[in-house]
């Protein structure tokens, strides 16, 4: 659409034609109305037709040495950079075979010689009206595109951002010193990616844009934990009654959250839908012991029997204060185990081989001494904390 605008407002018209005579009257008859450029020969037209500012319009003779009309018509309807100029054989040969020929070359009419002025300057002015209306036409669906285009990435930028930065806030009741964010998307992202190709069925509700949804979605895999007092999430013992049913509320707190968060944002498309499954369901198992609906095998969303496992791996391996991390293979032996039980099988399946990616993750994306001294002195705080966080009544 630039070309477009960048051109002068006369049209460039072409002529090709090996006579010098013939190329000085059509310049003559032309040069009132528009802009002329000659070529003595096929390969010079073919050359100044692909150049940075091509015609508008070729008239074109058909018997010229080397290379004929009809082989340049050709060659510039071949090259998608020249195909769309209009082509007009200008020429002496007038049986019906040659004009037909002409025709199924592309060319969009055929003169013969000897010619009537007022003819030719009415069917080159017929012509470039006919392309300006389809450069128009043309200029104008490239422009919505690109519209498109811009559109969908700002909305793609906004959805990151978005979550992003409910991530960052719910983060702050995880380590804001620690890496556990960067390690659950890239888990997820290749639990994802491998299940995929495990699972030939999958592969059209498991595409590359997915993929990368569902990393981002499992950033917000713990926004519940916001309504939760450290003492329970830094609980270095198991919970019961009270405090149990607290830490279950979780899972309801982070779904009415998004969805909240999702209703304001009015017409943005349901790019939370991944992440409401993954913050209320996460903690599904696949025999129907979990919370918060006691969910059977595939009764829970995918997004959620994914981050059940990425979840697992990130509590066993990461560092914490209360408790000595396990190595790679024995939390891969411990998830392996709950195959069938806890977890989906298919998806544990993909962690296996997955698996060497994981221990790699876990190794660079390590936390360091301060991540782990920022948690144990959360974990000291809480053990005086008496306030009492609780959820308004459903």
Known sequence: MTEMLDRPDQPLVLLVDDTPENLTLMSELLADSYRVKVANNGAKALRIAAGELPPDLILLDIMMPEMDGYEVCRRLKADPATAEIPVIFLTAKTEVADEQQGFDLGAVDYITKPISPPIVLARVRAQLQLK?????????????????????????????????????????????????????????????????????????????????????????????????????????????????????????????????????????????????????????????????????????PLAARLMAVVGCYEELTSRHTYRQSLAHAEALAQISAASGTRFDPSVVLALIEAAERFAQIAHEQADDAAAVQYELQRLEESLGESIELTLPPS
Request: proline share 4%.
């Open 132 to 300: 300006a209306s389809a450069d128009f036409l043309r200029d104008k669906s490239e422009y919505l595109e690109w519209e498109v285009r811009r559109r969908t990435r700002d909305i793609q930028l906004l959805q990151e951002v978005t979550i992003e930065a409910m991530a960052g806030l719910a983060a702050m009741r995880d380590n804001p010193c620690g890496k556990h964010l960067q390690r659950i998307e890239r888990y997820m992202l290749e639990l994802s990616t491998t299940l995929a190709r495990q699972q030939p069925l999958l592969a059209g509700e498991l595409g590359e844009k997915r993929i990368a949804q569902l990393g981002k979605s499992a950033l917000l895999h713990g926004i519940g934990k916001l309504v939760l007092p450290d003492r329970i999430l830094l609980s270095p013992v198991p919970l019961q009654g009270e405090d149990l049913k607290l830490l279950h509320s979780h899972t309801v707190a982070g779904r009415d959250a998004l969805l909240a968060a999702e209703a304001k944002l009015g017409n943005v498309p349901d790019f939370l839908r991944d992440a409401r499954d993954i913050v209320y369901s996460q903690h599904e198992q696949w025999d129907g012991g979990g919370y918060p609906q006691g969910l059977r095998g595939e009764q829970a």
